[in-house]
Structure formats: structure tokens, C-alpha cells
């Protein structure tokens, strides 16, 4: 229980209207913080297909009032499957854990849909938000000066950059580190009609390529093709149904199911994986990075989005405990380094095993070891 008293930070500045920053900008707005959230597009549009949710993901939706609309609108399910190339079922993974609550282990949701639950509670806050807007300049000093893409200034006990992982506010804030690490693999992904068979994540093992399906509503599901790239092309979009039916060819079952069912038309996206975990700290005189900016993962434990949550959350209870944003910054820090370590480093692994066509045993004992650490509470 956090106690009731005076934030370690007056005002806040979140820098990024994404998932961390949303979820940043509710859980500070919560204890007492008077938030300003700004992003760099105008129209806070967010791009994507659907995304794969955990139970610790939903736990912690539930935490920032979303679960019952995810629960409405996208698609949960104990358990996650895994089958052969072919579709034969190789195991079943056990998602439940009472670490959880009473919430559901797996599900999947689109992600415009899940923006837009976050953004309306944003929005019902009383959040200041000031969109079309980015950082020219982070001056040194506490409180912290901001000067603005338009000329403007102001200042803030604290800032938090949530700006993804190619970071404008991680560039400013260290400059000097290495980019973004491209790993090797491409990630096709298809929006589809539900396949009838389709009813939690299952993924396809054991085959040239891995290959996994979600549904993320009771109508719809997407499904993802990790393709081993040495270095990344991009193709053009009308070369994609034909390029990702080929991929899948080897495949049968439901796989062939929903290759056969590709058109000039579907719903087709082929993006390189890259990742970058920043040594700590992650912050600096009042100005912490958080979700993708410190630690961007590949999507293999499908636990990026609830990290970002995580990391949002923890620092709002943290900003309510301290005496000191320092304080503060020092304790989030303490809290969420081994955590996210560990969804990065065993997504990682997953990549090699899959790059090196391991036994589909190999990766299932990584993902069970993985999931049942992230149950654990954050």
C-alpha cells in the first residue's frame, strides 16, 4: 500500500504517447503528480497488428483499469500450445499461476485498440496533453528545463522518456551509446479471419521457420513468421503475400489453412527485430527512460508491452514513496533492471534456438522457465 503523502515530484513531463508513456503518465497523474504527456505526431496515430499479452501483462492492465475492455474487445485464454509443422500438438503449456489473481494467463488484442483504451483514460485523467510537440533540449539543473519544438519552455522535478527505442531523449540524456542491434530475424506478420481451430496462442515448432497465431478478438487473430535475415531488405508491399506464402509453404494443417486463404489484399507486415538493453542507470538529474528506450526486446516472450506497463506503474509507486526524486529514480532502477534482463536475455536466447532449428523441446523448456519468473510480482 503506498502511503498517503506528498509526491516526490510536483510536475511531471512524459515524453512519448505510447504504451510506457501512457501507462507513466496515469500511474503519476494517480499519486499526485500533475502530468504533461506530449508526442511527437500530431494525430497520435500508432501503427501495428495485434499484439500477444501475458498474464503478467493482463495483471498489470488490470492494475491501470483496462482488463475488463481487453477482456470485451480482444481475446484471453489459459494456456499456450505448441504443435509440430504439420499441426500436431506437441504440448500444452500451463499458464496459470495464483501469482496472477484471478486473471487470465495469455490473450492478444489489437494494438489501435489497446492505444485507444489507454489514450481515453488518459484523456479522462485530466492528463495535459500536447500533441505535434517534441524536446529540442534538455538543460542541466533540477528542476529540469525543457526547451520545446516550438519555441516554448518550462519546467520539471521530473521527466520521463518513452519514446521507443530509437530515443531522442536517451541520445540527449547519454549520448555516445550504441543504436538499436538488429538480431538476425525478420518478423512477417498477417491479420487474418480467426481460424476456428485458433482459440489461444499457438505456435508451430520444429519446422524451417517459427511460426506462431493469436487471436486478438473473437473475430480476428494474427499471425507472426520469424524469417533468419543476415542483413534486412525491405521488400515492396506488393511482393509480400507472394514472399510470405512462400515462407510458409513447408507447413501443414492449419498453417496451410491460412496460407491458402493470402491475397493481393492481406494485411502484411515484414520488419526487422532489433533490441537495445541499456546498462544502468537509466537516468540522470531527474530524467529516467523507460519502456523501449532502456530496454527494447525482440518479441519472442511476448512481454515488451508489459514491461512498459510494469515500468510505468513501479514509477508512479516509487515517485509516491520517496522523499527524493533521486530517491525515486534509484529505487524504480532497483525494481526493474533484473526483471526486464531477464524477458530480453530469454528472447534473445529463443532468437538462437530458433536461428539454429533446435528441438521445439529446447525452446518450450525457456518459455516455461521465462513465464514462470515473470509471474512473480513485479
Not at 106 to 131: T, Y
Not at 241 to 258: F, H, N, Q, T
Request: charged content about 20%; hydrophobic content about 45%; glycine content about 10%.
Amino acid at each position: 500500500m503506498i502511503r498517503q503523502r506528498k509526491p516526490a515530484a510536483r510536475s511531471a513531463l512524459v515524453i512519448g504517447g505510447g504504451i510506457a508513456g501512457m501507462s507513466a503518465a496515469l500511474a503519476l497523474a494517480e499519486v499526485g503528480v500533475a502530468v504533461r504527456l506530449i508526442d511527437s505526431d500530431p494525430d497520435w496515430k500508432v501503427y501495428g497488428a495485434g499484439i500477444t499479452i501475458t498474464g503478467p501483462t493482463l495483471r498489470v492492465m488490470k492494475r491501470l483499469g483496462i482488463l475488463d475492455r481487453v477482456m470485451a474487445e480482444g481475446w484471453t485464454a489459459d494456456g499456450l500450445l505448441a504443435c509440430d509443422a504439420q499441426g500436431a500438438e506437441l504440448a500444452r503449456i500451463d499458464t496459470s499461476d495464483a501469482a496472477l489473481g484471478e486473471v487470465p494467463g495469455a490473450g492478444g488484442i489489437l494494438r489501435p485498440a489497446l492505444h485507444q483504451m489507454l489514450s481515453e483514460r488518459v484523456r479522462a485523467s485530466g492528463i495535459a496533453v500536447d500533441l505535434g510537440l517534441s524536446v529540442r533540449a534538455l538543460a542541466q539543473g533540477q528542476p529540469r528545463q525543457v526547451t520545446f519544438s516550438d519555441g516554448s519552455s518550462a519546467a520539471y522535478d521530473l521527466v520521463v522518456g518513452a519514446d521507443g527505442i530509437f530515443s531522442a531523449t536517451r541520445d540527449m540524456l547519454f549520448p555516445g551509446l550504441p543504436a538499436p542491434k538488429y538480431v538476425g530475424q525478420v518478423c512477417w506478420r498477417l491479420m487474418t479471419e480467426r481460424h476456428p481451430q485458433i482459440d489461444r496462442r499457438t505456435y508451430f515448432l520444429g519446422g524451417p521457420l517459427k511460426v506462431g497465431m493469436n487471436p486478438v478478438s473473437p473475430e480476428g487473430m494474427y499471425m507472426f513468421l520469424l524469417e533468419p535475415v543476415p542483413q534486412f531488405q525491405r521488400l515492396p508491399d506488393e511482393a509480400l503475400p507472394g514472399r510470405l506464402a512462400e515462407l510458409m509453404a513447408p507447413y501443414g494443417g492449419i498453417v496451410a489453412d491460412v496460407r491458402d486463404a493470402i491475397t493481393a489484399g492481406s494485411t502484411i507486415v515484414a520488419r526487422p527485430l532489433e533490441t537495445i538493453f541499456l546498462p544502468e542507470p537509466w537516468y540522470r538529474d531527474g530524467v529516467v527512460l523507460i519502456g523501449d528506450a532502456a530496454h527494447a526486446t525482440t518479441p519472442q516472450l511476448a512481454s515488451g508491452a508489459g514491461m512498459a506497463m510494469e515500468d510505468g506503474l513501479v514509477l508512479g509507486e516509487e515517485i509516491a514513496r520517496a522523499d527524493s526524486v533521486e530517491a525515486a529514480l534509484a529505487a524504480f532502477q532497483g525494481r526493474r533492471y533484473a526483471r526486464c534482463a531477464t524477458v530480453v536475455e530469454n528472447s534473445l536466447q529463443l532468437g538462437r534456438l530458433e536461428r539454429a532449428c533446435s528441438t521445439p523441446v529446447e525452446q518450450i523448456r525457456v518459455v516455461e522457465d521465462a513465464l514462470k519468473k515473470l509471474n512473480e510480482p513485479y
